[in-house]
């Protein structure tokens, strides 16, 4: 190694690959400065020390913020990996020492969590009472990139995710079900079908959420008038509609313990092949803490299976 490069590593900072990588991501020095909680001023100063020790312009300023060079993107793609690799150092540092002990950052879709989590915190606590447990709830996009960008390690949704930088395990298949309104005659044993569906107004959850999409990609209802998502972000919003007579909606099978209950609601299944989403972890393929991530999808499976069992119960046929 030259002389010349052990002194460039020896300029490039950690802090200064963070910053950058937060402006890469922001696209504005206000908003990075934010999500690194330090002013601006000292957030592009750091900017301009790194670029002057790499020797290259990595940031273009412009009236709306910054746009990265060609170069500059280069640089902020390798600048995530060495970011990525410095966390999952840290990570094996600190969890060596057995399965899910220390920090375990997971993120939960809000069609998830609310099912899931109840059931899966008991089980987690027990078994691995030493795990400090935080959870963080949104849409699969936000959390997506949060786990890409390190900070989330492990994510409870829907899948597929196809990301080349994220590995995932499918865990157990959650099928869905047609809500109706109570005051609604239905003849003998019927079953769901995608007529049923098309010819009523169909309440879901509002764009971004991948219940919405999984849900409409099924029935074929991609641009239908009579679909309504307008606002709507948790299911029981959309259960309380379809309780008053609003429409229909689609529900996942984990849900039905918690939203079947005392509700003015039908749930019947589907003809076969019944629609289902599968419920699975996603994780860094680069993460070395895969044996915790397997030892999580078993609990997971068995909160699964609890949800699926108290569900049940409140389907009509």
Known sequence: MSDALVSLMAHVTLKQLRYFDALAREQHFGRAADACAVTQPALSMQIQDLEASLGIALVERTRSGVKLTPKGEEIAIRAQRLLNDVRNLVDYAQHAGGILSGTLRLGVIPS?????????????KAKYPDLELHVRETQTQPLTEEL????????LLALPIKNPDIETLSIFEDRFLLALPKSRKLSGRVRATKEMVEHDRLLLLEEGHCLRDQALTYCSLQQVDDVNTFGASSLSTIVEMVSAGFGITLLPEICLGVEGRSREIKIIRFVDPEPARSIGLAWRRSSPRREDFLALGKLVAEAGELSLKRGAQAVQV
């Open 112 to 124: 998830v969590a609310p099912y899931l989590l109840p059931p899966l915190l008991p089980l987690l």
């Open 148 to 155: 890409v960008e390190g900070k989330l390690d492990v994510l």
